[in-house]
């Protein structure tokens, strides 16, 4: 039987408090993820991390590659084998992609050599990750990939801890920025498939070569971690059916629109025909679905199941900061728990205060004022809001009710809290104002 390994990090003292041991990682790939990992931990000092991260050693092909951050203090290894089972690292951290050759490798390394691992790498994690973490598993140390999934979105730790009370009947979203993008765009600006792919890649969304995307193979990679999840199913990527967006005309997009449908690039898993079946498909979808509201790069995941209902995970599903932050939360997780603050931080970091909000902060109000209906009594409002410097965007007056009063509403361009504060002040002093007015903050976009 396997045993469950002390935690990776020890408890140390330090100025009269217990704290983690720093926790050595050796990282492997320093391409956008990397990069955007290495920018992060340099300034952990603004995170909520259990404890301190120390990078130990480095690996990626090129040691001389020009990079956005500096790793001339890391320990260089050519082989990223053998960082993976190097004696100064606690845990290995692969981002270098590809489902076979080195990342494969390199994990396993890391898992026989007793090292917990945190990974990006959705290909790996789709082919063969159900043998990964079994091996992980009898070593006795973590597998964690939340990153491989949706990027920024925590929808891997939500399926796995948070939501493992919910029988799951359907996980689905839209998986894949780059194929959201372009059935958005295409219908929004009325061009050609081939004219927004290469605005998408001159954006940076998409790849110089968007195969993996287009072709619904980066989705299906991940709706099949997440049916494996939620299904507790043994992860088969062979049984994934998959069609991409590339047949997807503008004309097709128009046409459905016409009829009141979205069309976008699905990724499913449900639990049917005695087992789970996984697929990713363009589907049409009714204005009113809350995937179809869901535009652009971002990626969003549902989960249905009794007795939750459905819960809905929206945000940015790649890029070098939004995955970086899914990664450190992986590697926050590999701290010892059991010293974990409930609030995230250790005691000792706790660094700010509650404090009020300043009066001087800007937003625009809407304000609803019951005026009562004789002549010259809107005008009152209007001195009354400039004499505070508070000028009008848009007004509205409804008709008056029976008692004579009539509803007046007001939406301001934005102005300082103490501004707004002064005018409501000055309209009390009215003699045509009926009753306090309301004042709505209106959240900016
Ligand atoms: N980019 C995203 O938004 C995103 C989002 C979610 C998940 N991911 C996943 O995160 C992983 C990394 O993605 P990325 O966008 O950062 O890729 P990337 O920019 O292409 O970087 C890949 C890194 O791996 C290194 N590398 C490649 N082959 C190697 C080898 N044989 N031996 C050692 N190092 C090797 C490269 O070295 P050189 O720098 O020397 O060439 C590079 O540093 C992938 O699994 C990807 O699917 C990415």
Redesign the pocket.
């Known amino acids: 039987m396997p045993v469950r390994k002390a935690p990776v990090a020890s408890i140390i003292e330090q100025g009269g408090h217990c704290v983690l041991a720093p926790l050595k990682l050796g990282i492997?790939?320093?391409?956008?993820?990397?990069c955007g990992l290495i920018e992060l931990i340099e300034r952990q000092a603004r995170l909520r991390l259990p404890g301190e991260v120390q990078v130990t050693g480095v690996?990626?092909?090129?040691r001389s590659?020009n990079?956005p951050v500096e790793i001339g203090n890391y320990e260089w290894f050519d082989d990223?084998g053998e960082l993976a089972a190097s004696e100064n690292i606690d845990a290995f951290i692969e981002?270098?992609?590809?489902s076979d050759?080195?990342?494969k490798i390199a994990v396993e390394a890391a898992l026989e050599a007793g090292k917990p691992v945190v990974?990006?790498?959705?290909?790996?994690i789709a082919e063969h990750g159900q043998a990964l973490a079994d091996l992980a598993e009898r070593k006795g140390v973590d597998l964690l990939f939340e990153?491989?999934v949706a990027?920024g979105v925590p929808v891997v730790r939500a399926l796995r801890d948070s939501l493992c009370g919910v029988e799951v009947s359907r996980v689905s979203g839209i998986l894949n920025g780059t194929c959201n993008f372009l059935t958005t765009e295409m219908l929004a600006s009325g061009r050609s498939y081939d004219e927004v792919l290469a605005q998408a890649q001159s954006l940076g969304y998409a790849e110089a070569d968007p195969t993996l995307d287009v072709s619904g193979m980066d989705a299906a990679h991940k709706v099949a971690i997440l049916s494996a999840m939620a299904f507790s199913a043994d992860l088969d990527f062979s049984k994934v059916e998959l069609e991409g967006v590339d047949g997807v005309t503008l004309l097709d997009l128009r046409l459905a629109d016409r009829l009141g449908y979205r069309i976008k690039l699905i990724a499913e898993g449900v639990a049917a025909n005695g087992g789970v079946v996984c697929r990713v498909a363009p589907m049409a979808l009714e204005f009113g679905h809350p995937l179809a509201q869901v535009n652009g790069s971002l990626n969003t995941v549902r989960i249905e199941g009794e007795p939750l209902g459905a819960v809905t995970l929206t945000g940015p599903?790649?890029?070098?900061g939004p995955?970086a932050s899914a990664v450190m939360g992986d590697i926050a997780k590999l701290f010892n728990p059991g010293v974990r603050s409930a609030f995230g931080g250790a005691k000792h970091h706790l660094s700010r205060k509650f404090v009020g909000a300043r009066k001087s902060e800007q937003a625009a109000f809407f304000l609803h004022v019951r005026l009562s209906d004789r002549s010259g009594a809107l005008a009152g409002v209007s001195e009354a809001l400039a004499e505070a410097n508070v000028s009008i965007d848009k007004l509205l007056q409804d008709s008056a009710d029976a008692e004579n009063v009539s509803p007046v509403a007001i939406v301001t361009h934005p102005c300082a809290r103490s501004g707004i504060d002064d005018a409501v002040a000055r309209l009390s002093q009215l003699d045509a104002v009926v009753d306090a007015t309301r004042v709505i903050r209106i959240e900016a976009n």
């Open positions: 492997a790939g320093l391409g956008h993820v990397g690996s990626a092909r090129s590659r990079r990223a981002l270098m992609g590809g050759g080195p990342a990974t990006a790498n959705k290909a790996l990153a491989a990027g599903g790649a890029g070098p995955t």
